[in-house]
């Protein structure tokens, strides 16, 4: 092989690898200064901001490959967000890369109601925002994180409740609203590209809605149940089969020796001696004679 060739070869296998390592598409100087003028933090405030915009723009899907994790710079993977400096120092992450894993909540159309998108009607976003509620660390309840997908034909289907997810997603901001509860709270909210079901929900359910999980076990135990009680079936029919051949046999062995006694007993009798004297004693003296 020519030189010439290997360095055309080598450079199409790069441009390939590098085409699909991609991540999202690099945001214009124009559009990270838009994030910077525009964004805010800790407001009510979420389709209101020229940033939101610029993210649904930048996370359109036919740019962004829905299986590519992929960070900033291309082949390596995004990082995990650090929460905790996200909600103090949002400024400093904002438009960033980064992957997010935790398990499935909720999926609604944003905004909810009638209410349309403040800038709606635009192709790369239409009417129709999607958005996901991930719970980042199942044991802690304040972890859930909001992740907004473009998805103008509204065709993200949600996963099952509990499923484990990762979504690639720039971060947008921090919004201040309310939990399920009511409750004040300040969410982490990212625009995201690639998303990915990790692993099949541990509540999956079934017919009326009882768990797949609480059936198998339920199953498990009934399974462990019944063999165990038919051993113990087995076991007792072979004891009692084993103590009535022991009952049959010791009975057997009783008649026996009963009949055999009675043969004895039998020989051993004489018989009754004549009624005449002189023939009694004839009879006895033969039978001492015979002994």
Not at 25 to 45: G, M
Not at 125 to 139: E, F, L, P, S
Request: with cysteine; hydrophobic share 40%.
């Amino acid at each position: 092989m020519s030189s010439a060739l290997r360095v055309c070869l080598t450079a199409l296998m790069t441009v390939l690898v590098l085409g699909h390592a991609a991540a999202a598409p690099p945001l214009t100087e124009t559009q990270r200064q838009n994030l910077r003028d525009y964004a805010t933090d800790h407001d009510e405030h979420i389709d209101g901001s020229v940033a939101l915009y610029v993210l649904l723009k930048n996370a359109n899907a036919d740019d962004w490959l829905p299986d590519d994790f992929a960070g900033e710079g291309g082949a390596a993977t995004a990082p995990a967000p650090d929460y905790g400096v996200l909600r103090d120092r949002p400024a400093e992450a904002r438009g960033n890369v980064f992957l997010i894993e935790g398990t499935f909540e909720q999926q609604v159309r944003f905004p909810v109601g009638e209410r349309p998108l403040q800038r709606a009607g635009n192709p790369d976003w239409g009417d129709r925002v999607t958005r996901w509620a991930i719970r980042t660390d199942q044991d802690d309840e304040e972890s859930t994180v909001i992740v907004m997908f473009n998805d103008p034909e509204a065709g993200i289907k949600p996963p099952q409740v509990g499923t484990k997810v990762r979504v690639a997603a720039r971060f947008y901001k921090v919004w201040a609203t309310t939990d399920d509860s009511g409750e004040p709270f300040a969410f982490p909210v990212f625009v995201g590209g690639a998303r990915e079901v990790v692993a099949t929900s541990p509540r999956l359910s079934v017919g009326g809605g009882k768990p797949v999980q609480g059936i198998v076990i339920a199953l498990i135990i009934a399974c462990i149940a019944g063999y165990f009680v038919s051993r113990h079936l087995m076991n007792r029919k072979a004891v009692t089969g084993a103590g009535g051949r022991t009952q049959a046999y010791l009975e057997q062995r009783r008649r026996d020796r009963d009949h055999d006694e009675q043969d004895a007993g039998e020989q051993d009798v004489p018989d009754p001696l004549p009624e005449d004297p002189a023939e009694a004693m004839e009879v006895l003296r033969q039978r001492h004679d015979e002994a």
